[in-house]
């Protein structure tokens, strides 16, 4: 059984542009997570989508959105990129609501 | 409300030597709780949880965790430590409302041969 796909692994931008990362869900998860990981504050949640639909919201600002599609896959989108969102972006589907968390390798992101 | 504490930012022992990686919680209803490790430059890997019955879980690469409900922890345990086990470790937890776990902030092992 295939696992958490995430792409891209590692990317560069630059402040102000924006940014669009992918995850593919192991197959028949419906739950999809995001979340950031950075040195100073740890896992961050960021979303969490169920049957496309966006169940739950972390404290993060609007700059940062997702969306989940038909097929469970769903993407995380970030605009007008801040040196801050320098993180590991990682993404995690699971089963059901008791079950845990499986997550993919991550994103890197590295805004200059 | 949700929270978890690993106390430890790092953890050393000697390979061979038993392991434990502390973790305590706070929830508002009966805890959901979880171990991840976390390898350098990849995601999280689940590695055992408790959600009912016995207070001693067992999980992957002879890891296991102990629920103690007093003293509302969960900490992490291996009988004999190996240098492959060096990695972070992560506890989460949830109440039985909330389908997003929180995270601690991570305790790293370092397993010295």
């Known amino acids: 059984k295939a696992g958490v796909t995430q792409t891209p692994r590692y990317l560069i931008k630059t402040r102000g542009q924006q940014v669009t990362l992918s995850c593919s869900p192991i197959s028949g998860h419906r739950s999809v997570s995001w979340y950031q990981q950075t040195p100073g504050q740890g896992l961050q949640f960021l979303f969490e989508y169920f049957s496309e639909t966006q169940r739950n919201k972390g404290n993060f600002p609007g700059r940062f959105s997702g969306r989940q599609f038909s097929n469970s896959r769903s993407e995380m989108n970030v605009s007008t990129l801040e040196l801050g969102d320098s993180a590991l972006y990682l993404c995690?589907?699971?089963?059901?609501?008791?079950?845990?968390?499986?997550f993919g390798e991550g994103s890197r992101l590295t805004v200059l | 409300a949700q929270s978890v504490a690993q106390p430890e930012d790092q953890v050393n022992v000697a390979e061979g030597n038993p392991l434990t990686v502390k973790c305590t919680y706070s929830v508002s209803g009966n805890p959901y709780l979880f171990w991840y490790v976390q390898y350098p430059n990849r995601g999280l890997q689940f590695l055992l949880k408790?959600?009912?019955?016995?207070?001693l879980v067992k999980g992957s690469y002879g890891f296991e965790a102990e629920f103690n409900k007093s003293q509302t922890s969960f900490h992490l345990k291996k009988p004999s430590a190996l240098v492959s086990d060096s990695a972070l470790y992560f506890c989460a937890v949830r109440d039985g409302g909330s389908y997003i776990p929180t995270f601690g902030r991570g305790t790293s092992l370092i397993v010295h041969p």
């Open positions: 995690a589907s699971s089963f059901s609501e008791d079950g845990e968390l499986f």
């Open positions: 408790y959600i009912t019955g016995d207070n």
